[in-house]
């Protein structure tokens, strides 16, 4: 039975680079001189740094411009609150989502179920199998996710004939 699996991945080497290009036009714009803006990666957390909440918007602009043009989706960050540390200073946590969560998971089944082509969609930890009989019914799937589901960025990997 043909299947294939529906993920929402990010690309870490790119998301590293992002994060490099980021720090390093930082450091040379005129408007962070002497301030301490910065951004930190620790695996899938990105922690950005500035002196006042207007360079942290500016620093995240950086960042989501960095991203796009290294291929990396914007949709796979989750934004946190802005928190006070000592002084004027402020940080954001940002939160790269990887994987497909329960709760996008069960969307996308009910979407699959929904649209009433002959496959089925199973959750598997943090992806969705689509099993069906005839390849055009998996591939008409994924058209239909490509255009109605934006919550995350979704990749179709593991294309099996059996």
Same mark, same amino acid.
């Given at each position: 039975? $043909?299947?294939f699996d529906v993920v929402s991945e990010v690309n870490k080497v790119e998301l590293a680079n992002a994060v490099d290009q980021?720090?390093? =036009?930082?450091?040379?714009? %005129?408007? !962070?001189?002497g301030s301490s803006a910065?951004? =930190?990666?620790?695996?899938?957390e990105l922690t @950005? %740094?500035?002196?006042?909440? %207007? #360079?942290?918007? #500016? &620093?995240? /602009?950086? @960042?989501?411009? +960095?991203?796009? +043009?290294?291929?990396? /989706?914007?949709?796979?960050l989750a934004e946190g609150k802005h928190e006070k540390i000592s002084g004027?200073? &402020?940080? =954001?946590?940002i939160e790269v989502k990887n994987g497909i969560d329960q709760d996008n998971g069960k969307k996308i089944?009910?979407?699959i179920k929904e649209s009433k082509i002959k496959v089925q969609g199973s959750i598997q930890g943090d992806l969705?199998? &689509?099993?069906?009989? +005839?390849r055009d019914d998996l591939q008409e799937t994924m058209?239909?996710? +490509?255009?109605? %589901?934006? =919550? @995350? $960025?979704? #990749? !179709?990997?593991n294309f099996r004939e059996k």
């Open positions: 039975m $043909p299947s980021s720090n390093k =036009e930082i450091t040379t714009r %005129f408007d !962070f001189k910065k951004i =930190e990666q620790k695996d899938l @950005l %740094f500035a002196d006042s909440d %207007f #360079q942290l918007d #500016q &620093v995240r /602009d950086v @960042l989501i411009s +960095k991203l796009s +043009k290294r291929g990396v /989706d914007t949709r796979s004027n200073k &402020v940080k =954001e946590t089944t009910k979407m969705v199998r &689509v099993t069906g009989t +005839k058209a239909l996710l +490509k255009k109605d %589901f934006t =919550e @995350l $960025p979704l #990749q !179709f990997i």
